[in-house]
């Protein structure tokens, strides 16, 4: 812009605004105020407009985590690739017995809606369960990766538990399926993680122990040599994760959380009108408590030294828990409701989360 000088003020205002002569001071005030207004206007068109960028970015983080993760924050289950114990859990949420088998049998999906469609569930139930499913899969890294690994061999270990002691109380037909579970369900699952891990292939072992199972067992020289072989090919597996973090109370609190999880799911499953109405899922969650009691054994010592207080508790719960178990052989009535086994579940996974947090 021009300079304009004082002598030429009012020249200007004749020529531009034909208005009457106005005073020097009324013009300049006139002048610098449009000048200044100019200036405010410019300055704001330049600047970054970051309120309408914030919200794209927090929509980009909200769909990356729902894309990882369900309800609660936990992993969603994909409907097209997921083993029965975690379709479990969705039969566990809607109450719907086979649920699990259902859903495995009208696979593939090109869409969770594909649930109603294909009749799995209604509109109303898929509601219920919309968030804690997917079709895409989750990759995962780091120490959740390895969370998942020891988590699915540690269902693998819960199934071949509660096969011994079913075994040991001479009952081969309900031992079979839970010899059958590692190998017709989890095995394939964690089979690429095997490989990676540079782990002996141990199926074999596994499928040898469940056809002498299934032939009824009746040669207890080689049923006990093909169990021995099949849980120590699950510890070998177990054992290629380095033994810190193994013992690390802040991991195996992780994996712990993981079995009960599902074993919650299972118990739910198995409980239908006040009556153990699946024996195989009471069975099964059984088997998954065991171990994660044993779990929870392994860091005691330093959970008691860290974590008095939250050690006390998850040592508590877990005592309380596992009276819903009384036996491998199922009552005719639940010791605990599905009700109470959640909430013992909740309190133990509660309780070591804030211990995590604190570690």
């Not at 002048?31 to 929509?59: E, G, K, R, W, Y």
């Not at 609660?72 to 699990?100: C, F, Q, R, T, Y």
């Not at 033994?243 to 109370?249: G, H, I, V």
Request: hydrophobic residues 40%; proline residues 5%; negative net charge.
């Amino acid at each position: 812009m021009g300079h304009i000088s004082l002598a030429m003020a009012k020249p200007l205002v004749f020529e531009f605004f034909g208005i009457f002569p106005m005073s020097l001071f009324r013009f300049l005030a006139y002048f610098f105020s449009a000048l200044l207004l100019t200036i405010v206007i410019s300055c704001s068109d330049q600047t970054p407009n970051t309120t309408s960028q914030t919200p794209a970015s927090s929509s980009a983080t909200q769909i990356s985590t729902t894309m990882e993760h369900g309800h609660g924050g936990k992993p969603k289950i994909n409907i097209n690739s997921a083993i029965l114990s975690e379709l479990d859990k969705l039969e566990a949420k809607l109450g719907v017995p086979a649920l699990s088998n259902k859903i495995q049998a009208s696979r593939p999906y090109g869409k969770p809606e594909e649930l109603v469609s294909k009749k799995v569930v209604t509109a109303e139930q898929f509601d219920q369960i919309k968030d804690m499913v997917t079709i895409e899969d989750i990759k995962l890294e780091g120490e959740a990766k390895d969370v998942d690994y020891m988590t699915k061999l540690g269902l693998m270990k819960g199934h071949l538990l509660v096969a011994r002691e079913l075994l040991d109380l001479q009952k081969p037909n309900q031992a079979e399926p839970h010899i059958g579970h590692p190998v017709e369900e989890i095995y394939a699952d964690v089979e690429d993680q095997l490989s990676e891990r540079k782990v002996k292939p141990f199926k074999e072992p596994l499928i040898a122990l469940q056809d002498e199972v299934k032939a009824g067992a009746k040669n207890a020289s080689k049923v006990n040599t093909d169990f021995k072989t099949s849980m120590q090919s699950v510890e070998a597996a177990i054992s290629a994760l380095s033994e810190s973090q193994r013992k690390t109370p802040n991991f195996v609190l992780q994996v712990i959380n993981g079995l009960l999880d599902t074993a919650n799911s299972e118990y739910g499953a198995a409980i239908a009108n006040g009556k153990v109405a699946q024996i195989i899922e009471y069975q099964d969650s059984r088997g998954f408590v065991t171990y994660a009691n044993q779990l929870y054994k392994g860091i005691s010592d330093q959970m008691a030294k860290d974590h008095p207080e939250a050690h006390k508790s998850i040592l508590s719960t877990i005592t309380d828990l596992t009276k819903a178990w009384p036996s491998p052989l199922a009552p005719n009535t639940p010791v605990l409701t599905t009700a109470q086994v959640t909430k013992l579940i909740k309190m133990i996974e509660q309780t070591s989360l804030n211990a995590i947090k604190t570690s």
